[in-house]
């Protein structure tokens, strides 16, 4: 009796089929409320939702709240808040289109066309977005003013500078090189996609045998190998699926045409080309896994997660929490500068609206992917799933019909519901 009960004691508990696979619930449930999404806005949109133009779209219009959400997972996790990033962006954007059409044509004599307008633009928006960004921290990390009123103040002080670069008025035409990186023009093609569907599927492949040997060799427990075979397929089939769906998106022959005038050449009969992956996806993709590798492989990502777990328990470890601030908002600014490079370079010209409300997009983006605004919790992947979500809802709201000032009621609605389900969530799991 005594034997059999000691047994029943130590005997491992049953685990569930999602506990085998170590899948994040979470996670899960944005993934299930992202298809129920699609497929409502599908049928109201009598199947317009998921065609492959609409993802196509879908997925350039999402990369630079995406790209700045990867950012705002930091500046939230150290609980912190940035509020700036809209107008930020518009600086950025100002400085990057004022330096393609007056500044380098000016001093440079550079015109457009130049193959060196392009990145010269870009490392000056990049370090624009970085001290602006370093600025605010220094404000927020030394001086000690809250983050919510320095960059409060950064929210008007940033949009009106990016209206006198400019004098108000909208800047364009700008660099082709540059037009390229927003994703409408340029394009990896069909060929090139399916080259880096192929490379996606084998670093997941990669990934996922990486990890399972480093656990056996630190003898953790693993997933059974059917779990490993089922998690590999799912990821496989969401890689290719993806490129197939952008390769079915056919230009439009008139655009060919050009296409082949411009390069002094006739469009040979029934010629037909594909889009693929736009260059602003492969940017946000490449984003991702730097931010990623940032937050699990680097000290800076574990002190950035110390301190928001504990700021106090982390200044006493010794860790420079006021640099560390510093740092973090520098990384938003330089993602805001390269979000804006996408933004303007998607409408080929610089306007004065651009980036308006991004910060209420971008800060929903980050706490739907399950961002804790009391620190110390955040992925990246959530917040890019976050900014699909939230562009989904837009996208399809637009669609139907429906009008701008009730999307962003919608929007405030779906923010505040997905702070209520986090809370609920991490009362009844337990999480801090």
């Known amino acids: 009796m005594t034997d059999t009960a000691s047994q029943a004691t130590t005997s491992p508990k049953k685990r569930g089929f999602i506990e085998t696979l170590e ?28 065609t492959a133009r609409n993802i ?8 630079s709240v995406a790209i700045m959400a990867t950012g705002m997972v930091f500046i939230i996790v150290t609980r912190h808040i940035d509020l700036s990033v809209g107008s930020l962006l518009a600086t950025c954007s100002a400085t990057m289109a004022m330096m393609q059409t007056a500044v380098l044509p000016g001093w440079l004599g550079l015109e457009l066309g130049s193959p060196l307008i392009a990145p010269i633009t870009i490392v000056v928006g990049l370090l624009v977005g970085a001290l602006i960004g370093s600025f605010h921290g220094y404000l927020v990390g030394y001086l000690g003013i809250p983050a919510f009123i320095v960059t409060l103040g950064g929210l008007l002080v940033w949009r009106n500078v990016a209206w006198y670069l400019t004098n108000g008025q909208t800047i364009g035409p700008l660099d082709e090189t540059y037009v390229d990186l927003g994703g409408i023009s340029g394009t990896l093609g069909e060929t ?26 630190h003898k ?17 089939a969401v890689i ?19 296409q082949f005038e411009a390069r002094g050449e006739t469009m040979p009969d029934g010629y037909t080309a594909a889009y693929g992956v736009p260059y602003s996806v492969l ?15 680097t000290r800076l990502g574990r002190y950035i997660f110390a301190t928001g777990g504990n700021p106090d328990a982390a200044e006493l470890s010794g860790i420079n929490t006021r640099l560390l601030t510093v740092k973090v ?30 910060e209420l997009r971008v800060i929903a983006a980050a706490v739907i992917g399950g961002t804790a605004l009391s620190g110390g919790i955040g992925t990246i992947y959530g917040a890019i799933l976050g900014a699909l979500i939230m562009q989904s809802l837009q996208s399809g709201m637009a669609m139907v019909g429906v009008d701008a000032p009730l999307q962003n ?4 609605a779906v923010l505040v519901f997905a702070v209520l389900i986090d809370i609920i969530y991490r009362k009844r799991t337990g999480a801090v």
């Open 283 to 297: 940017l946000l993709i490449g984003v991702a896994v730097v931010m990623t590798v940032v937050a699990r492989r």
């Open 220 to 236: 953790f427990p693993v997933k059974p190998i059917w779990a490993e075979m089922l998690v590999a397929t799912v990821i496989i």
């Open 192 to 217: 090139g996609s399916w080259i880096l569907g192929l490379i996606a599927v084998l670093g997941a492949l990669y990934a996922i045998w990486n990890g399972r040997r480093a656990k056996i060799a």
């Open 56 to 63: 196509f779209n879908l997925t350039i219009q999402t990369v």
């Open 240 to 258: 290719l699926g993806f490129v197939w769906i952008l390769n079915s998106y056919q230009i439009p022959g008139p655009r060919l045409e050009r």
């Open 329 to 358: 908002f520098a990384i938003m600014g330089a993602l805001c500068a390269l979000a804006g490079m996408v933004a303007s370079a998607r409408l080929s010209f610089h306007s004065n609206d651009i980036g308006t409300l991004d």
């Open 23 to 50: 899948l994040d619930t979470r996670l899960l449930g944005m993934i299930g409320a992202f298809i129920l999404v699609c497929i409502a806005f599908n049928i109201v949109t009598d199947g317009r939702f998921l």
């Open 409 to 412: 009621i919608v929007v405030g």
